[in-house]
Nanobody, 121 residues
């Protein structure tokens, strides 16, 4: 079983920064890709940024140049970060961490519980 726990959300003024963190732990053999998604009220969940095990990154057009995704492999935990700069009110959403890979029990795809990001104008 693989658990993802997010942290770092909160209330920030427009133009300010915020950093999200996600810790992936459990019986993990390898993680192929990790990503951040977000869901605003009344909207579908959308990909914000993703990173592969090889470090290849992909960003939504709306966050390019403002957000940076990064990943750190520790001994028993893989950490995923999202540095968000120049935040806009339209970035307000619940942000979810996602990971896909291989665990002891087989392939997995897991989601975190979500963390609220609110950007005030």
């Amino acid at each position: 079983q693989v658990q993802l726990v997010e942290s770092g959300g909160g209330l920030v003024q427009a133009g300010g920064p915020l950093r999200l963190s996600c810790a992936a732990s459990g019986s993990i053999f390898s993680i192929n890709a990790m990503g951040w998604y977000r869901q605003a009220p009344g909207k579908q969940r959308e990909l914000v940024a993703a990173i592969t095990s090889g470090g290849r990154t992909n960003y939504a057009d709306s966050v390019k140049g403002r957000f940076t995704i990064s990943r750190l492999n520790a001994k028993n935990t893989v950490y995923l970060y999202l540095q968000m700069n120049s935040l806009k009110p339209e970035d307000t959403a619940v942000y979810y961490c996602n990971a896909e890979g291989w665990a002891v029990a087989g392939p997995f795809g897991s989601w975190g519980q979500g963390t609220q990001v609110t950007v005030s104008s």
